[in-house]
DNA sequence: GATGAATGAGCATTCATTCAT
DNA sequence: CATGAATGAATGCTCATTCAT
């Protein structure tokens, strides 16, 4: 592992455990030196931004997966409801930082601008294809479809419900119905 | 005003101009002195929770009105959304405290939770008398109903969608879609 | 118990479980308002004084007994050292307030002055009768005297060692064999 | 002179300014900042352990050296309590902060009992060796040897006495008739 | 006598950042 | 590339004291 790729994961760790990514902290848990952090990172918020990147990069790439994969409509629909419940679930620090770090998302700025929206086209190309899916603005698809899993992925991460997987199939379903053409 | 009240209204404005809720700023714009601050809340932390909680109680009677108001399933599921929506947009720093200040929200701890199960249940009652909507687990209901209003909420919040006015319609139907008896 | 009595003792209390006479401490315990306590002792120095002079007159009270009940001078000796270490068994935190709460001392200022003035009288008087006692300064004859008391109270007192008991007799001893005419 | 001792340096002569070592007098009188104190240090109470530390090690050399030059048992006796006056005729701020600061005593825990531990060691190896020496218990030893010289050193240290010279023979004398054989 | 709101100086601590080696 | 000493602004908190009721 690099002293970048340490750095970068005693950040989460840290955020994790504390909630916070200070410097200091980071230190301890990568054994890396101040001056390092800054030499490859330029600063507290660079580590952050480099994180919250990585992490949504990965998450994203998930999600394209999940589309390329889907044979119709409610497939498609289905496995985006899922793929995301099961990342929070395998995922649950990285899940945490990105919904809960707004200092974060701030110092990600532009380049987590850009990726939201390469993401957005490509789910709207997909859903230009899709008669069965009803014809909804941008946002409001993407809210319908994922708010749900994401209000219930925010009580799972805080230790309010038990489980997510058990409430799959219902947010699955429950997604398709409301999207759906009648 | 009580000097309660003027340290909370500070608290509130100093989040929404600063995005935190430092003791300095509530000093400012309340005008009272820090021993004061403490001596009514405790601490930082004390401001932040019990700010938390009026909000959240003021929101929440606004949810037991739309309730009450309801004259069948479709009507209250969609007064619910509509209620949210307005809510958000009428009392955008107050929502935005809501969903932003993780700090005041654990701060506000027990209480809070407290809250939240008293909501939950009066919610509950009411959908129990509704035939027309499916049964689902309450946390499930929750999410299916409120969750893409919320996901919109912190869009529009956070300058990244023009209304939430235009997108009433749609949530209350796609909602209503959702957790409709077919 | 009247008010004054219930300050001193909360302000006892208070000194003995945090290390401190802090007046937000004594005003819990005492459930007097800052105000009455302010009313009876003038401020948190005054409470300090008061009681530092009220334990201090006990403990003397005992001192000039303990004299009066002296048959020879060994016996007038041995019996201060074992009234000390006997007080302090029996009276911890007064022991440890008098012994660690350097503010309180200063804070007594002049009648502290008296009262050790007035004790050191006494016992001197006392000595001048007694031939068997070796013609010492007065204060060389106070540290010889209750020195190693004092000392070991400290270490009791501090948790360091067991029992104070068992070494009562072996300070009385070491004292009488330290300042009696060979 | 390093940082590290300009700081100690500093929070004594502080300490014995103020009778206290706040941050700010640290700060003042060391010309090091904030930080600096805090990165070599961990804060006020690591300053004052330190300091404590350090100047207990002193104190206690000059014990084992005074043990190593004595030629018998009174010699010895009475070279611990000489040396234990000239100590703190020799070094008034440093035995002020020994015999006054208890936060550092507390601060400097685990390391102040090995110290402690150690010196006592040492001398009950010396005692051991002496048979004109009566056999006590070590902390009674202890008490009876240093317990008036502890004492007096307060009292001269307050500004009550006016020198510790004079009592330095009626001290080891004292201490020599109470603890040898008859 | 009693109450408690209000004040503000004083103090410890955290933290991101810089920079010489 | 790496290290760690040094900096200082920002921040939360404690506490004795005053005073109107």
Do not use: C
Not at 12 to 29: N, P, Q, V, W, Y
Not at 120 to 131: I, L, N, R, T
Not at 140 to 150: D, I, S
Request: charged share 25%; aromatic share 8%.
């Amino acid at each position: 592992m690099s002293r970048q790729e340490e750095i970068l994961e005693a950040a989460l760790e840290s955020f994790d455990a504390t909630g916070t990514t200070a410097i200091e902290e980071i230190k301890r848990r990568s054994g890396a030196s101040v001056g390092s952090i800054y030499h490859h990172f330029g600063g507290v918020d660079g580590v952050a931004a480099a994180l919250y990147i990585e992490i949504l990069r990965g998450y994203q790439g998930g999600v394209v997966q999940a589309l390329g994969r889907a044979r119709n409509a409610e497939d498609g629909v289905g496995g985006l409801v899922r793929y995301h419940l099961r990342w929070v679930q395998r995922n649950p620090e990285r899940a945490r930082f990105l919904l809960q770090s707004g200092a974060a998302r701030v110092a990600a700025g532009d380049e987590l601008q850009a990726l939201n929206r390469s993401l957005f086209a490509a789910v709207a190309d997909w859903v230009e294809g899709q008669p069965a899916i009803r014809s909804l603005r941008g946002e409001v698809f993407y809210a319908v479809l994922l708010g749900p899993a994401q209000e219930l992925s925010r009580l799972w991460l805080a230790g309010r419900i038990p489980s997510l997987r058990q409430v799959e199939s219902d947010l699955a379903e429950a997604a398709w119905r409301a999207v759906r053409v009648d």
